[in-house]
């Protein structure tokens, strides 16, 4: 285990392996034609494989804020942070139906979105519409509503959709985050790493949640997949790291 401000957090390595592990429990894509060119798609697009994808996407993202973290590029870093906060939503939606809250007909039309080629560009045009069908309130407003009595925690929204907003400044390059780039000891604005960066310590810390949320979904997919073993090993790794992250 590597620590980080004395936090147990499981090394890079950890995650890469439990991904392992569940891709070799599970159906490989296989190479189809799509438009005359070879892709790579699993056979059955269900939820089980969509986890499956979205582990990998948060497990790759991790290795990839770890590098940003290093050589400074903190606004990056942010604009990342803000995906992997949706990619953790994703999960938990898309797999709260396998222990027994309800599957909605937004679970069906996100799936629908998540699995559909990119249209040809003269279907594009003439038809523009955005890729996602479920707004993320939506995905919040469900993922509020995962607790014994069913009951709305209006509580949860308002603290994902403050996240959000604060990462938001990043995503959008708004004028007080850019502003961050600026370094006064240099008088001049750090395109290629700012490592000295006071706000280095906050970001790093911060980013120290990704890992906590990364063993939970670790944990959420194994069971889902049946990986009993992995699961447990997440849970108990997730019991040891929770009272550092509350």
């Known amino acids: 285990m590597s620590n980080s401000d004395d936090r147990p957090i499981p090394p890079l390595r950890w995650y890469t392996s439990a991904f392992e592990q569940l891709q070799n429990e599970h159906p490989l894509p296989q190479p189809q034609s799509v438009r005359e060119k070879t892709a790579f798609r699993f056979e059955k697009e269900n939820i089980e494989a969509a986890l499956l994808l979205k582990l990998a996407r948060y497990i ?5 804020g770890q590098l940003l973290l290093a050589q400074g590029f903190l606004q990056e870093l942010s604009t990342l942070q803000r995906t992997l906060d949706e990619i953790h939503e994703d999960i938990l939606f898309l797999g709260m139906p396998f222990f027994g809250f309800s599957k909605t007909e937004d679970h069906q039309r996100y799936l629908q979105n998540f699995w559909a080629n990119e249209p040809e560009f003269r279907e594009f045009s003439g038809h ?3 890729r996602w069908s479920i707004p993320r309130k939506t995905v919040r407003r469900y993922l509020s509503q995962v607790n014994p009595e069913r009951a709305t925690d209006h509580s949860a929204i308002a ?4 996240l959000s907003r604060l ?3 990043y995503l959008h390059a708004a004028a007080p985050q850019l502003l961050e780039l ?3 000891k240099r008088r001049s ?3 290629t790493g700012y490592p000295e960066s006071s706000l280095l310590k ?3 810390h911060d980013f120290d949640n990704q890992f906590f949320r990364g063993v939970l979904c670790v944990s959420f997919v194994a069971r889902i997949l049946s990986a009993d073993q992995l699961a447990a090993e997440a849970y108990e790794v997730h019991n040891r790291l929770e009272k550092h992250f509350h």
């Open 182 to 184: 600026y370094d006064p």
């Open 202 to 204: 906050d970001h790093r």
């Open 128 to 130: 523009q519409r955005n």
């Open 159 to 162: 603290v994902s959709a403050y």
């Open 189 to 191: 604005f750090r395109l």
């Open 60 to 64: 790759s993202s991790l290795h990839a």
């Open 167 to 169: 990462y938001s400044g």
